[in-house]
């Protein structure tokens, strides 16, 4: 079993920051790379940032020089720093995963945490 659980949205000014946790738990064998995907209502989902196992990143051109990802590979966690925040960044943030879990030789498997709501308004 595995689980992703992602924690600190919420409502925010334009131009604040906020940071975004995923944690990963569960029979874990490696993580491949975790991203953060949003969706805004009435929008297609969209790529914000991901990183790898070994520390690469990839961000989505409407984040890019304001959210910064990183991992703590110690606690299985992955944040997503937000910084300059635009009401346009409104949306549910849902953290993904590409994991192996134990016991399942080397398959891949992709995991979604329950999505956490950022709002920024003023």
């Known amino acids: 079993q595995v689980q992703l659980v992602e924690s600190g949205g919420g409502l925010a000014q334009p131009g604040v920051s906020l940071r975004l946790s995923c944690a990963v738990s569960g029979s874990i064998f490696s993580i491949i790379a975790i991203g953060w995907y949003r969706q805004a209502p009435g929008k297609q989902p969209e790529l914000v940032a991901t990183i790898t196992s070994g520390g690469s990143t990839n961000y989505g051109d409407s984040v890019k020089g304001r959210f910064t990802t990183s991992r703590d590979n110690a606690k299985n966690t992955v944040y997503l720093q937000m910084n300059s925040l635009k009401p346009e960044d409104t949306a549910v943030y849902y953290c993904?995963?590409?994991?192996?879990?134990?016991?399942?030789?080397?398959?891949?498997?992709?995991?979604w945490g329950q999505g956490t709501q950022v709002t920024v308004s003023s």
């Open positions: 993904h995963a590409t994991i192996i879990p134990l016991g399942f030789g080397r398959t891949t498997y992709d995991y």
